[in-house]
């Protein structure tokens, strides 16, 4: 644990935003930069002052971004927006599956990782990967 007032993590240590720090072939300060892995971003808050997230190695402003498996993308987790695999999905109007293919929850049903059209039906159930519709008897 480290106090983010007056430290910051880079270079998979806890420093001290104070010091000056040889990053990759810069030198930068962690009270105006941020540092994701070993490399150095250029600012360390958004316009409203808060600080910036990591993204593999790059920042990005969680307040208008969303990191997916290392993407930056446009959108936000306030805004309801998820990772699907290195891409996004609207929740609770867009469907993942298998972490990997958006789909729309009205017209399919995902069962693991396979999507199967619902063609109306709204009485199927899962399973395994395998999509069976249900009986009325």
């Not at 009270?31 to 920042?59: E, I, K, V």
């Not at 469907?95 to 063609?119: F, H, M, Q, W």
Request: positive net charge; aromatic residues 6%.
């Amino acid at each position: 644990m480290y106090d983010a007032s007056s430290q910051g993590c880079c270079q998979y240590r806890v420093q001290s935003t104070s010091a000056q720090i040889q990053v990759v072939s810069r030198v930068i300060s962690l009270l105006r930069q941020t540092c994701c892995s070993a490399s150095p971003a250029t600012q360390q808050r958004n316009a409203n002052g808060q600080r910036l997230g990591c993204c593999g190695h790059q920042s990005y402003d969680p307040q208008n971004s969303i990191c997916c498996n290392g993407r930056v993308l446009s959108g936000s987790y306030n805004n309801g927006r998820r990772c699907c695999g290195t891409t996004t999905f609207m929740q609770g109007v867009e469907g993942c599956c298998g972490n990997a293919v958006v789909y729309n929850p009205k017209d399919d049903i995902c069962c693991g990782s396979k999507i199967t059209a619902l063609r109306g039906h709204r009485a199927f159930a899962c399973c395994g990967d395998n999509p069976y519709l249900r009986s009325n008897n």
